[in-house]
């Protein structure tokens, strides 16, 4: 059974960083479309950073090279770094797990994804 655990999130200042984690309950990761999402209160959830059965790393628009999003295929964790963080960038931080599609996952959207976790809070403070 697929299950993913986020931990990392927390109250910085504007311009600090923190790294998420998202431990997975298996060796999985590389056989599926992982992701980063996040929801703002009073916003819909939207995508951060994901990485492909290939390894192939995507980001948002705003992310602005700020995010990385890695994995530790060892350790069944996959990680997002974020640097310069911003006020608006305070939201719910969610893992989320998808079979690929075809053995690609370009076709897949954010409601593809099935496999949630429970979400991390990250604050930022201006």
């Known amino acids: 059974q697929v299950q993913l655990v986020e931990s990392g999130g927390g109250s910085v200042q504007a311009g600090g960083s923190l790294r998420l984690s998202c431990a997975a309950s298996g060796d999985f990761m590389n056989r599926y479309c992982m992701g980063w999402f996040r929801q703002a209160p009073g916003k819909e959830r939207e995508g951060v950073a994901r990485r492909d059965v290939y390894g192939t790393r995507t980001y948002a628009d705003f992310v602005q090279g700020r995010f990385t999003i890695s994995q530790d295929s060892a350790k069944n964790i996959l990680s997002l770094q974020m640097n310069s963080l911003k006020p608006e960038d305070t939201a719910v931080y969610y893992c989320?797990?998808?079979?690929?599609?075809?053995?690609?996952?370009?076709?897949?959207?954010?409601?593809?994804?099935?496999?949630w976790g429970q979400g991390t809070q990250v604050t930022v403070s201006s």
């Open positions: 989320a797990a998808a079979r690929p599609r075809g053995g690609y996952c370009y076709s897949i959207g954010p409601g593809d994804f099935t496999y």
